[in-house]
């Protein structure tokens, strides 16, 4: 049953243009491409990045945060009690009045000790500003190192200024070993997240919002992935610099923001709509999702699967992008009018 779905995932119909099978796609004198199995790298890189996060939080974002002001709090733990901890987390952390009084008599202490106990025990779901600091400071590192160098790498290649140029020669398009470290660095770092996704500051917005995290998450490394596997390398490293130039100035908001440092969060802050409404509601739709959904119409006539697959993933992507640039309009309004 596996050979059988593994042969159908790879059937070149769904991934190649007419007359191009796999057999093609075999390194030869002047040309290199991606191969699948290279993605298990994937795994162990995210490992080594979750490394680099734990030293740079530690030895990095928390001297950091002392020189701006931010204090490490250090809440107090409620004594050990079994019976208290086991309702917290299987019933409620917000007990009512009749419920405590029941604690109480189930503990033999006082409704006041429950309620203390109950208080301090939510404090602890909450995480310190300082740590909030650390996260943030995490993710502007990886996101303005990953645009630095995914300037570095796209500044000399004619697909930046061309669209056009990120189908021509395809599928026969040497794979670059910029391509192969910027779409390594990018999975890893989206594994890396996935992987600390239930011990990272949970999203405070809405359920919704964390949710939209998670189905970024997964659609982002799926769609690298299989980007990779087809070696649509150019457009995809377009899509990957597109998505993180504005990143690292909402994270670097979100630091000083933490710091009270108001005026320089608010400049912050306006500088990452201004970059997010450029780049994910004009540039990515106007410009990417025309090289995707239109311009191999011009290179093939039929089609393949993988056309109508990844753009799926690519438009998903783009209700994201209306999702949040709604959430952002609405904070710059509040800012605005209501100061």
């Known amino acids: 049953i596996l050979r059988t779905l593994n042969s159908w995932f790879w059937w070149e119909n769904i991934w190649m243009p007419i007359n191009v099978t796999w057999a093609h796609f075999v390194d030869r004198e002047g040309l290199v491409f991606p191969k699948s199995h290279q993605l298990y ?7 080594v990045l979750l490394m680099i996060r734990f030293f740079s939080e530690r030895y990095v974002a928390i001297p950091l945060a002392k020189a701006l002001g931010i204090k490490n709090v250090r809440r107090v733990k409620p004594q050990p009690n079994p019976v208290l901890e086991s309702y917290f987390r299987e019933c409620s952390k917000h007990p009512s009045q009749s419920e405590i009084q029941g604690l109480a008599k189930k503990c033999n202490c006082t409704v006041h000790l429950v309620e203390k106990w109950f208080r301090r025990r939510r404090n602890l779901e909450i995480p310190t500003v300082l740590r909030k600091f650390q996260e943030a400071f995490w993710r502007f590192s990886f996101y303005l190192t990953s645009s630095i160098a995914g300037l570095i790498f796209l500044y000399d290649k004619p697909w930046l200024y061309d669209i056009w140029q990120t189908w ?26 996935l992987f600390t996704l239930g011990i990272d500051n949970k999203r405070k917005a809405s359920g919704c919002d964390f949710l939209a995290h998670v189905i970024h998450h997964v659609a982002a490394i799926a769609l690298m992935s299989a980007s990779w596997c087809g070696n649509y390398l150019r457009i995809g490293t377009l899509v990957i610099f597109v998505h993180d130039i504005a990143d690292f100035w909402l994270e670097a908001a979100k630091m000083f923001n933490y710091a009270h440092w108001e005026k320089t969060c608010n400049m912050l802050f306006i500088i990452f709509s201004i970059t997010f409404f450029i780049t994910r509601i004009i540039l990515f739709p106007f410009w990417i999702l025309r090289g995707t959904l239109y311009q191999p119409t011009y290179y093939s006539t039929t089609p393949v699967i993988a056309y109508f697959l990844f753009n799926g993933q690519l438009l998903l992507l783009q209700g994201l992008h209306l999702y949040w640039g709604y959430l952002i309009f609405k904070i710059l309004r509040r800012f605005i009018f209501l100061k």
Do not use: C
């Not at 790298?41 to 490992?47: E, G, R, S, V």
């Not at 910029?178 to 770092?189: A, H, L, P, R, V």
């Open 41 to 47: 790298a994937t795994i162990p890189y995210a490992f």
């Open 168 to 193: 021509v020669g395809y599928p026969f398009q040497t794979l670059l070993p910029s391509q192969y470290w910027y779409y390594m660095g990018e999975i890893s770092f989206y594994w890396s997240l």
